[in-house]
């Protein structure tokens, strides 16, 4: 018989270590002669980024500690390692540079020199030259501003040495790839204001016999479209996802200009490119290809034009697909399953696992997400997914309606999945329902919904998130007097924004967020290069609209805040930095409203460190029982400050 105990009160199996411990999440997936390599990420060695390969049902460490396969290429990092032979080359954290280890003597030694200064030179993405050559894309600080970085393409010789610049076409790249024949490379260019899911431009140059580029041209893209990922398919042919008409459709790229759609679909089958180096769809042969359609893996026939699910129990999958001997290798998780590497049968569908489950808790404690679809009242279609409590130990007394937490994605052009997610576990299991939303400007749902946040970021993710908490309400599934926001980076901003517009919501826990527009934007802002004309798009070009962007601004508006707020911020953050968070903490100070402020050594953008996501986890539920009146027994008491 189920104990009768307050929703938010449920004693729970789930801890924030557990939580933590199943961060160890895998990245970067490649096969390299019959055997499956990737990066993995690792909370409990301080986030370091190790390297694996499974050969023959086992396991292998390519990169032991102190090594970590990580870049800072746009902040965001790119594809980091690449297989040379018998050795590997990758990028290191600590220091930026390219280094060749050898697998068998285990000797490391870097290709690239010691930069003048700490960071000051990058590299990412990396990707197979001529021989004798890896091929990346570099990225240099030129000036004092976070803005002032310039980035070409280079050869980087396997012997060591200065690298070779190859092209420097637009502001933002993506590596050169070789045709087969060595006598073309092909990358994806980029420039301010657009971002890559705006505006990219594929091109294509040849390669001369000294190893030099020509000229490039455009193939596709530009004018408004997007491309997100580019493969040859052979000495004149790429194969190319771009969105001429709204959707990342797969094409045929031929060198003569020819363009072709192999399966026209109102289908996603790319996303936003953040980390350069991503791929989302790899020939299987036979005129047939791997894709990601929505985040789930489909088989796209290009004789028949159609789009096939395979293994729909899988319901996301990473952007880092492989083939062996015809099967599909990636990263993908399920409503029931954590992210693992998994091995899927074309023909048969059936899912081999490649790497273990963390322990998980019995799955009566685990919600099982509900998909659901919202309209706002000028009818716009909001989908979410809704994690309800679940703890077969526990009942809610009779007509008490549980507290909700409404998450809001980071991106904004990120967006969710119906996956286990042990972050939500760690609060349904306690008796706190989650919602995430997929708001305006969400990718997954064509060009047309993600351009509803164009000009309208504040404005519309506000709103549907909104819509969709008032409508729980409505139904009579949540609390509406513990009702609470809480999002990371963009959805961090969301959570603030919507504090201090709205009034549907208690409280608010505010991670690593934007909070001042202006200050955060353009070429003296305080955010990276990558994103500082981001809100070009989102808010709108300054100064024109310099009114709006302080409107909107949550540090302008701190005399409208609907109740506590909870912020938690990395102080080595080079996206959002502290300073923002900082100068909102301080706008609070004396105004009696309840608040408290977290920050973090050693902690960029997003929490990668054991004990940081421990914390920060804690802090939240603490927080919670605070603001909506429950006790939270064994995590630690949070000072709430006025």
């Given at each position: 018989m189920p104990q009768i105990a307050p929703f938010g009160t449920w004693s729970s199996p789930i801890r924030a270590a557990d939580v933590a411990a199943a961060?160890?999440?895998?990245q970067w997936l490649d096969v390299v002669d019959g055997a499956v390599w990737w990066a993995e990420a690792r909370p409990a060695e301080d986030g370091r980024v190790a390297l694996v390969r499974f050969l023959d049902g086992t396991v292998e460490e390519l990169l032991p500690a102190p090594w970590s396969a990580r870049n800072r290429i746009h902040e965001y990092g790119g594809r980091p390692w690449l297989a040379v032979g018998d050795a590997l080359a990758f990028t290191h954290w600590a220091d930026q540079r390219i280094y060749l280890r050898d697998l068998r003597s285990g000797e490391v030694r870097p290709l690239t020199p010691e930069p003048a200064e700490p960071h000051g030179v990058r590299f990412g993405d990396l990707r197979p030259g001529p021989e004798g050559e890896v091929w990346a894309v570099r990225e240099r600080s030129t000036g004092p501003r976070r803005t002032d970085v310039s980035r070409d393409l280079v050869a980087v010789p396997l012997a060591g040495g200065e690298p070779r610049s190859l092209a420097a076409s637009h502001?933002?790249?993506?590596?050169?790839?070789?045709?087969?024949?060595?006598?073309?490379?092909?990358?994806?260019?980029?420039?301010?204001?657009?971002?890559?899911?705006?505006?990219?431009?594929?091109?294509?140059?040849?390669?001369?016999?000294?190893?030099?580029?020509g000229p490039h041209r455009v193939l596709a893209g530009g004018s408004g479209v997007s491309v997100c990922q580019l493969d040859w398919e052979g000495p004149d042919t790429l194969l190319a996802l771009l969105d001429p008409d709204g959707w990342w459709n797969l094409h045929r790229v031929r060198l003569d200009g020819t363009v072709r759609n192999l399966a026209p679909a109102e289908a996603e089958?790319?996303?936003?490119?953040?980390?350069?180096?991503?791929?989302w769809t790899v020939p299987l042969g036979g005129g047939r290809h791997a894709v990601l359609a929505s985040g789930r893996l489909s088989v796209l026939d290009e004789a028949t034009g159609s789009l096939t699910p395979v293994a729909p129990e899988l319901t996301a999958w990473s952007p880092s697909l492989g083939v062996l001997d015809g099967d599909v290798v990636g990263i993908a998780a399920g409503p029931r399953t954590e992210n693992a590497v998994v091995r899927v049968g074309v023909s048969d569908a059936t899912v081999t696992a490649l790497t273990p489950q963390p322990p998980l808790p019995p799955a009566e404690y685990l919600p099982v997400p509900r998909n659901r679809t919202f309209r706002t009242a000028q009818g716009a279609v909001v989908p979410a997914y809704v994690y309800p409590p679940a703890n077969p130990e526990f009942s809610a007394p009779d007509g008490e309606l549980p507290p909700y937490?409404?998450?809001?994605?980071?991106?904004?052009?990120?967006?969710?999945?119906?996956?286990?997610?042990?972050?939500?576990?760690?609060?349904?299991?306690?008796g706190i329902?989650?919602?995430?939303?997929?708001?305006?400007?969400?990718?997954?749902?064509?060009?047309?919904f993600r351009e509803r946040l164009r000009e309208q970021w504040g404005v519309v993710d506000v709103a549907d998130c909104a819509a969709v908490a008032e409508a729980l309400v409505a139904e009579g599934t949540a609390?509406?007097?513990?009702?609470?926001?809480?999002?990371?980076?963009?959805?961090?901003?969301?959570s603030a924004a919507s504090m201090t517009t709205v009034a549907t919501y208690?409280?608010?826990?505010?991670k690593f967020p934007i909070l001042d527009l202006a200050e955060w934007t353009g070429e003296g802002g305080e955010?990276?290069?990558?994103?500082?004309?981001?809100?070009?798009?989102?808010v709108g070009p300054l100064p024109d609209t310099a009114e709006r962007y302080r409107q909107r601004s949550p540090i302008h508006n701190v005399a409208t805040l609907a109740g506590p707020v909870l912020l938690l911020q990395g102080l080595e953050d080079e996206i959002c930095p502290p300073e923002q968070a900082e100068r909102f903490i301080a706008a609070l100070e004396g105004t009696g409203i309840p608040h408290a402020y977290l920050a973090f050594e050693g902690e960029q953008h997003g929490f990668r460190r054991a004990e940081t996501i421990v914390a920060a986890l804690e802090a939240e539920l603490a927080f919670y029982g605070q603001v909506f009146g429950f006790a939270t027994p064994g995590v630690p008491v949070l000072e709430l400050r006025r």
């Open positions: 961060g160890v999440v895998p502001h933002f790249l993506t590596a050169p790839q070789l045709s087969p024949d060595g006598r073309h490379a092909a990358w994806l260019g980029w420039n301010h204001p657009a971002m890559p899911w705006d505006e990219t431009e594929l091109c294509v140059a040849e390669v001369g016999p000294d190893g030099t580029f089958l790319g996303g936003a490119l953040w980390k350069i180096g991503s791929r937490l409404v998450h809001a994605h980071g991106g904004p052009t990120g967006r969710n999945h119906p996956v286990l997610d042990l972050d939500f576990a760690y609060f349904t299991s306690r329902g989650v919602v995430a939303v997929d708001y305006g400007g969400s990718t997954g749902y064509g060009r047309r609390d509406p007097e513990r009702i609470a926001i809480r999002g990371g980076s963009a959805g961090g901003f969301t208690r409280a608010a826990t505010i955010t990276h290069d990558f994103e500082s004309r981001y809100l070009d798009g989102l």
